[in-house]
């Protein structure tokens, strides 16, 4: 069974960092697309990092040079690491995955991906 479970978030303050962690099961990682999306008050959800094999990593202009995304084939789980949050950093972060190859910044843009984690919220106070 395809399962996604996201952990790693809570409340942190402007300026400081968190890992989210987002473990797998049911995907092959070398047929893996998978990404990190943020779900904030007020706003749409967007796609804020992605990852795909043989593909560029794609980042949002928001995250750009702060966050990173990576993968651990050996523990199937994809990471974000977050630092020098800002307080427009909060909202709910989501985990999701295809097990196709599809661009990594294509991913991050889809409205058609099948699996997702639960959200895991992160706040960043001010």
């Known amino acids: 069974d395809v399962q996604l479970q996201a952990s790693g978030g809570g409340l942190v303050q402007t300026g400081g960092s968190l890992r989210l962690s987002c473990a797998l099961s049911?995907?092959?990682?070398?047929?893996?697309?998978a990404g990190w999306f943020r779900h904030s008050p007020g706003k749409e959800r967007e796609g804020i990092a992605c990852?795909?094999?043989?593909?560029?990593?794609y980042y949002a202009d928001s995250v750009k040079g702060r966050f990173t995304i990576s993968t651990d084939n050996t523990k199937s789980t994809v990471y974000l690491q977050m630092n020098n949050l800002e307080p427009e950093d909060t909202g709910t972060y989501y985990c999701?995955?295809?097990?196709?190859?599809?661009?990594?910044?294509?991913?991050?843009?889809?409205?058609?991906?099948?699996?997702w984690g639960k959200g895991t919220l992160v706040t960043v106070s001010s």
């Open positions: 049911g995907f092959a990682f070398e047929d893996l697309s």
């Open positions: 999701a995955a295809e097990g196709v190859l599809i661009r990594a910044a294509a991913f991050c843009r889809s409205r058609l991906i099948g699996y």
């Open positions: 990852i795909s094999s043989r593909t560029p990593t």
